[in-house]
């Protein structure tokens, strides 16, 4: 089951107010110190977006420079994980204007992870205006280099100062804040095939964008880092057979030369870097299959060499190759080619559309307008 929620939901429109924009903004982004090395979310830009929803609407937003929160120690999200968030990126180099990629889908998918967690439609305008406020007041700080980006985080969680649990929250906070992202370099991973817990169940928050299954997700990653891992690759609860994805990125696995990527489920995230690579490929004129994808399959293709590539797709990463799986025991399936041909030819496609060095035929590229000052 698919949750989408008409435009015309039961939640009034915001009024129209002016966005706030606090004059300290200009002076820290000027004194701002970039660190010589960029560690992915750690560098936070130094400022930040808020608006509130309180009595049954969204109020006015605000642009401050990136400050503590305070909240009540009985909040809501502190106590049952009331949090839903997204991640895209803002692209300047190759571009006048800093540049969201297909931001159009993390609304979506934002208002879809709200649904779930029976939180309030965040509108458009509001979501939109987190976005470009922070992206362009932080516009100078973006690195421009090649992979290099803005990490944008909006983010609603409940403010509610109860601890009941008699119905859902009735206050919250959306926020954006963002982190100037540098190329991620990080090397083909390897990955822990986790075979006794489990990211999503049927029915369950496995396709939403929430913070809860990340949650539950890292105890599974302390056990593939501490065997010197890189992550998780996650089969489905039931049979534990099917594979579904990684914690934060999905899966594809490139087997006699084409592309086969576990078939949406209510159990796997809708990544949009999944949806674009998809299409790239099929631009490319590679073959795509959306399927179920068995794990014994894969490890027995691994080792007959008809699986010569895996990788990952995600935001934060783009494509990132897949070197191994690795069982609990230690037991290693290595692929032949890592980082393989097409994971290369598809991660160049795709920054070269964000970068702007090549055509933008899918028109997936938006330019983020100045703040309108009043
Ligand atoms: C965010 C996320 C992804 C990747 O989605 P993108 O839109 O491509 O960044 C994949 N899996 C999970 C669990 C995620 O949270």
Redesign the pocket.
């Known amino acids: 089951m698919v949750l989408e929620r008409s435009s015309t939901s039961s939640v009034r429109q915001p009024p129209k107010f002016q966005m706030k924009i606090d004059p300290a903004v200009h002076q820290a982004v000027a004194q701002f110190k970039m660190p010589p090395e960029l560690v992915f979310g750690e560098t936070k830009v130094p400022v930040m977006y808020s608006a509130p929803f309180a009595n049954g609407a969204w109020g006015g937003g605000t642009l401050e420079p990136y400050r503590p929160l305070q909240i009540d120690p009985a909040a809501k999200v502190l106590h049952y994980g009331v949090e839903a968030f997204?991640?895209?990126k803002a692209y300047r180099g190759g571009h006048n204007r800093p540049h969201l990629f297909r931001p159009e889908?993390?609304w979506r998918?934002m208002n879809r992870s709200l649904a779930r967690l029976a939180i309030p439609e965040l509108p458009r305008e509001i979501f939109f205006e987190g976005l470009d406020a922070v992206t362009d007041a932080s516009a100078s700080l973006i690195p421009t280099g090649r992979g290099q980006s803005l990490y944008l985080r909006p983010y609603v969680f409940a403010t509610d100062a109860s601890l009941g649990i008699a119905g859902p929250a009735t206050s919250y906070l959306f926020l954006v804040i963002a982190s100037p992202a540098g190329a991620y370099q990080a090397a083909p991973m390897k990955i822990l095939i986790e075979r006794e817990f489990a990211?999503a169940v049927h029915g369950g928050t496995?396709s939403v964008?929430v913070g809860g299954?990340?949650a539950a997700?890292f105890l599974s990653s302390q056990r593939a880092y501490e065997k010197g891992l890189s992550t998780t690759l996650w089969l489905d609860a039931v049979t534990h057979r099917n594979i579904e994805?990684?914690?934060?990125?999905?899966v594809v696995f490139v087997i006699d030369g084409e592309l086969h990527t576990p078939a949406l489920t209510d159990t796997?995230?809708?990544?949009?870097?999944?949806?674009?690579v998809i299409q790239l490929a099929a631009d490319l004129g590679l073959k795509v299959h959306e399927r179920t994808v068995d794990i014994d399959e894969i490890v027995d293709g691994i080792h007959s060499g008809r699986v010569s590539e895996a990788f990952a797709?995600?935001?934060?990463a783009a494509v990132l190759a897949i070197e191994r799986l690795v069982e609990s025991d230690g037991r290693v399936h290595a692929l032949s080619k890592s980082p393989g041909p097409i994971a290369d030819r598809l991660k160049a496609a795709l920054l070269d559309i964000q970068e702007g060095r090549a055509p933008d035929r899918h028109n997936w590229m938006l330019e983020v307008p100045p703040i309108a000052h009043s």
């Open positions: 997204e991640g895209m889908m993390n998918r990211r496995g964008k299954n990340y997700a994805e990684l914690s934060g990125m999905n796997i995230l809708p990544g949009v870097t999944r949806d674009s797709c995600g935001t934060a």
